[in-house]
């Protein structure tokens, strides 16, 4: 199994970034997928999450109103779309995947937000 984000990157505050996490490996369309994050010194927190069929979503409170999670079973994608970044959106961001006791994550993708 293999979770494979991208689209991180360097962005100014109140910029976008679409972060992708590719899986492969897996039944992708019977896992529900979720996006974590981790800034230095601090948990990993829960940022978004998916159910296995795209209908419905869940966001910390920190980041609603500006991301936006959704996926695309036929590509076996998931997508996290973040709008008006702020610097303390500045993490590592992780793809994971979670059915029952199977629990899958991939190595995370940098976002820096900075002027």
């Known amino acids: 199994v293999q979770l494979v984000e991208s689209g991180g990157g360097l962005v100014q505050p109140g910029g976008s970034l679409r972060l992708s996490c590719a899986a492969s490996?897996?039944?992708?369309?019977?896992?529900?997928m979720r996006w974590y994050r981790q800034a230095p010194g601090k948990e990993r927190e829960l940022v978004a999450a998916?159910?296995?069929?795209?209908?419905?979503?869940d966001y910390a409170d920190s980041v609603k109103g500006r991301f936006t999670i959704f996926r695309e079973n036929a590509m076996n994608r998931v997508y996290l779309h973040m709008n008006n970044l702020k610097p303390d959106d500045t993490a590592v961001y992780y793809c994971?995947?979670?059915?029952?006791?199977?629990?899958?994550w991939g190595r995370g993708t940098q976002v820096t937000v900075s002027s």
């Open positions: 994971n995947g979670i059915r029952s006791w199977f629990d899958y």
């Open positions: 998916i159910d296995t069929s795209g209908t419905s979503t």
């Open positions: 490996g897996l039944t992708f369309s019977t896992f529900e």
